[in-house]
């Protein structure tokens, strides 16, 4: 779970069933590949050797690929292609750390996972770029991620 702060004392906590409420609020407008089975979750994790966060496991079980308006979260194609692992392991060439996985390609930067950071089996998202390296923490998890991504593409419909 995660939250978004508003003031000292207003806290907004997101977690999954904001992320799906949202999505099937504006369904018509999203696209995804559908959910993936366990298999090929073991199998991403296997192929970039890494544990993966509870919150992008279900991303991955229940939505697989997509998102909106350009928006767009990496993971498992319509061919069962691994698009997450051919991602970070294309940029992995390029200096990408082992421990992050891209979750989004924002042209002049990527928005990562960073496994290294797990705690209540989840992780924070954060930057990262060829030029400068690690950048800073974006979110505390995926929930708060897509919840913000999806609700600024909601609102530039």
Known sequence: MCC???????VIRINRQDVKI???????EFFFTGG????????IEKELNV????????????YGYGGINGVLIQGVGLDT????VNTTKSLRKYGLPQDLVVIENVDEY????????MQNNDCPVIDWDQASGLGKKQYENLYHYLYDRFNDAIENL
Do not use: A, D, K, M
Request: glycine content about 2%.
């Open 51 to 62: 544990q993966l966060p509870e919150s992008y496991r279900w991303f991955l079980g229940s």
């Open 36 to 43: 993936v089975p366990e298999e090929l979750i073991h199998e």
């Open 22 to 28: 949202l999505i099937t609020s504006q369904e018509s």
């Open 110 to 117: 990527v928005i990562c996972l960073n496994t290294t950071q």
């Open 81 to 84: 292609s691994l698009q997450v």
């Open 4 to 10: 978004f702060f508003l003031s000292s004392q207003e």
